[in-house]
């Protein structure tokens, strides 16, 4: 079973590279999509991200045409503090900044996991000149 997710997750990324990432940002700049490898110490969250979230915030939080870039300024810890990654992903999102649609909860995201994955967004974040 876990042969079969990894060829999975292999295949939804080699996907996701091959389409263009798409988001409804309002002309804010998203970055090059060219995300540098994240530091050992957030490689776990990395993870997290990529099995958990990038289907449709796309790798390296860029977006892709089934959710909203990460790196966007509406996603900076002022306006959207790492509390409510936690409440995303327990409970779902009802949409209210793009027309994606109504996030689902992500029953497979734990807390801890939720932890890591904040931290390496607020990474790309930096990275991209969020804040």
């Known amino acids: 079973m876990k042969s079969s997710r990894m060829q999975w997750i ?3 990324l080699v996907m996701l590279g ?3 990432a798409c ?9 090059t999509g060219i995300v540098a490898s994240a530091p050992v110490e957030l490689r776990e969250g990395e993870q997290k991200f990529n099995a958990n979230c990038s289907l449709c915030h796309g790798i390296g939080g ?5 959710g909203p870039a990460f790196l966007h300024k509406v996603y ?8 409510a990654f936690q409440r995303a ?11 994606f649609g ?3 909860k992500i029953d497979a995201v734990k807390p801890g996991d939720v932890d890591h994955i904040v931290k390496y967004v607020r990474w ?8």
Do not use: Y
Not at 23 to 31: C, I, L, V
Not at 89 to 99: C, L, P
């Open 10 to 12: 292999s295949l939804v």
């Open 18 to 20: 091959a389409a263009p």
């Open 23 to 31: 988001s409804q940002n309002g002309g804010e700049p998203q970055g």
């Open 62 to 66: 860029v977006g892709t045409t089934h």
């Open 76 to 83: 900076e810890p002022n306006h959207h503090g790492d509390e």
């Open 89 to 99: 992903a327990a409970n779902g999102v009802k949409a209210h900044h793009w027309q």
């Open 102 to 104: 109504d996030m689902p």
């Open 124 to 131: 790309l974040q930096k990275q991209a000149g969020i804040f």
